[in-house]
Structure formats: C-alpha cells, structure tokens
C-alpha cells in the first residue's frame, strides 16, 4: 500500500512534495517547519522595514514545528507516539540547542523515537528549525 498525504491542517509544502508518504505500516514525512497553516506566518520571526530578518524565537518556532508534524500525522491516520526516527535540523546549533532540547524533553516525553540533530547553514525559508520524521503505523490502522 502507498498513500500520499496532503492536508490543510499543516503549512502548504514549499515544493512540489506531499506531506507525507505511507508505504506499507511506514509513513514518511516531508520537512517539516515552522510556518503557520493558511498564513505561511513564522512564528517568533522579526523583519526590519526592508524585510530583512533580524531576530528570531527559537521557541515559538520549536513549538510551532511539533504541531505542524502532530497535524501530519494526524492526517496520515498516525499518532505522536508512532513516531520512530526523527531528524532535526537546527541553523544556529550554538545558540538554539539548548531550547530546542529542551522542548524536545518536553513534547516528546515517553516517545522513544530515534533523533539525529544537525546544524546547517540555511533552509529554504526563514526559519530556524525542520523536522524530518519517520512513523511505524500498527498494522490494523493501515487499511
């Protein structure tokens, strides 16, 4: 079984990509930021008069990414505690992990999903934080 997965309860993808992808009992989701569904808005961002980026809030951005993933697995007929890998993708590691990490403690308490975390330079928008997950759906929710 394939199924691709598109909703409105999550942020438009940036690209020509689904949300996710059920293949068998995995489900793969597409990066996932932090942009506000129907608005596209970044939570926490600051823009100067030219509309260039000065300031962000790693928080409100980490909070704003899981409930982005929650809303796709959700539509993906998946749970928060199917989620089995999940790889983080911070641009300024020095300056945001310890919040990230943090928050990551906190949403993700007795989910036993891998994690990778990586600091890169630059994501196709201006945020500060992208999750790429993986799911294990029960056999007996993949009808």
Same mark, same amino acid.
């Given at each position: 079984?394939?199924?691709?997965?598109?909703?409105? =309860?999550?942020?438009?993808?940036?690209?020509?990509?689904?949300?996710?992808?059920?293949?068998?009992?995995?489900? !793969?989701?597409?990066?996932?930021?932090?942009? +506000?569904? &129907?608005?596209?808005?970044?939570?926490?961002?600051?823009?100067?008069?030219? &509309?260039? /980026?000065? %300031?962000?809030?790693?928080?409100? +951005?980490?909070? +704003?990414? !899981?409930?982005?993933?929650? =809303?796709?697995?959700?539509?993906? &007929? =998946?749970?928060?505690?199917?989620?089995?890998?999940?790889?983080?993708? /911070?641009?300024?590691?020095?300056?945001?992990?310890?919040?990230?990490?943090? /928050?990551?403690?906190?949403? !993700?308490?007795?989910?036993? %999903?891998?994690?990778?975390?990586? &600091?890169?330079?630059? /994501?196709?928008?201006?945020?500060?934080?992208?999750?790429?997950?993986? =799911?294990?759906?029960?056999?007996?929710?993949?009808?």
């Amino acid at each position: 079984m394939v199924d691709v997965i598109r909703t409105e =309860a999550a942020p438009a993808p940036v690209g020509a990509y689904p949300h996710a992808r059920r293949v068998g009992n995995l489900l !793969f989701l597409s990066g996932v930021g932090p942009r +506000q569904p &129907g608005s596209n808005a970044i939570p926490g961002n600051v823009h100067d008069d030219d &509309g260039k /980026l000065v %300031a962000y809030d790693i928080e409100a +951005q980490c909070r +704003q990414v !899981f409930a982005n993933v929650r =809303a796709v697995l959700e539509a993906s &007929g =998946a749970r928060w505690t199917d989620l089995v890998d999940v790889t983080v993708f /911070l641009t300024d590691m020095a300056r945001d992990f310890a919040t990230y990490n943090r /928050l990551y403690a906190e949403y !993700f308490a007795g989910v036993d %999903a891998c994690r990778t975390t990586l &600091g890169i330079t630059a /994501l196709p928008t201006p945020i500060a934080i992208e999750l790429k997950c993986v =799911a294990a759906i029960d056999a007996r929710d993949c009808s």
